[in-house]
């Protein structure tokens, strides 16, 4: 007769320990790397962001704020936010709105697609697109640009301007149209501040 070879029980139960051993040791350290990486997509996105509104700025010496961009007398229509049309609405934390939709318009809208029609032409125009891609934050949430402190009514007070991420929580802890000099960054939220 020929004996069969194979593993015994115990061998099968020493590597499934060992599997299971190396798996908790090493899951922490991999959620960490993950955690980390979300977080400096995040900062570095909303720091593109940013830069795409200045450049937009430095174009047309004006700012991504505008209803019709034809129309940019201190009275014309204009926006409080923007925001990218990927991505869910985060959840708010206590004392924190969102503004109107009728308040905002989409990142791409202004950045990346000219909705509103600035100018194209002459020695001031829009010259995008200002962003290539604009999509969620690592978490599936929206981005949103604070321009309310752009607004020309605002442009010359403390009014910062900012662009947030809700952050690994998920929840926009971050007020809209803070007074200013300087910004109260809520929660985890991920924020680069434009002025």
Do not use: C, H
Not at 49 to 68: E, M, N, T, Y
Not at 100 to 119: A, F, G, H, R, W
Not at 172 to 192: N, R, W
Request: glycine share 8%; aromatic share 8%.
């Amino acid at each position: 007769m020929k004996k069969k070879k194979g593993f015994t029980l115990i061998e099968v139960v020493v590597v499934l320990a060992v599997i299971g051993i190396l798996i908790a040791l090493l899951t922490p350290m991999i959620t960490s790397y993950v955690r980390d990486a979300r977080i400096r997509r995040a900062q570095s996105d909303t720091k593109t962001i940013a830069a795409a509104v200045q450049a937009f700025s430095k174009d047309l010496a004006d700012w991504p704020i505008w209803k019709d961009g034809t129309k940019r007398k201190a009275t014309d229509p204009v926006f409080d936010a923007l925001y990218t049309s990927s991505g869910d609405t985060p959840a708010t934390g206590s004392g924190v709105s969102i503004p109107s939709t009728s308040n905002m318009d989409t990142i791409e809208n202004q950045l990346v697609d000219n909705k509103p029609s600035y100018p194209t032409t002459g020695t001031r125009k829009w010259m995008g697109p200002y962003l290539e891609k604009v999509s969620a934050d690592p978490w599936g949430n929206k981005y949103y640009v604070d321009v309310k402190g752009l607004q020309p009514a605002n442009i010359n007070s403390m009014m910062p301007a900012f662009v947030v991420s809700a952050g690994p929580n998920k929840k926009l802890e971050t007020k809209f149209a803070q007074t200013g000099p300087s910004i109260t960054i809520g929660g985890d939220d991920i924020v680069f501040r434009i002025k």
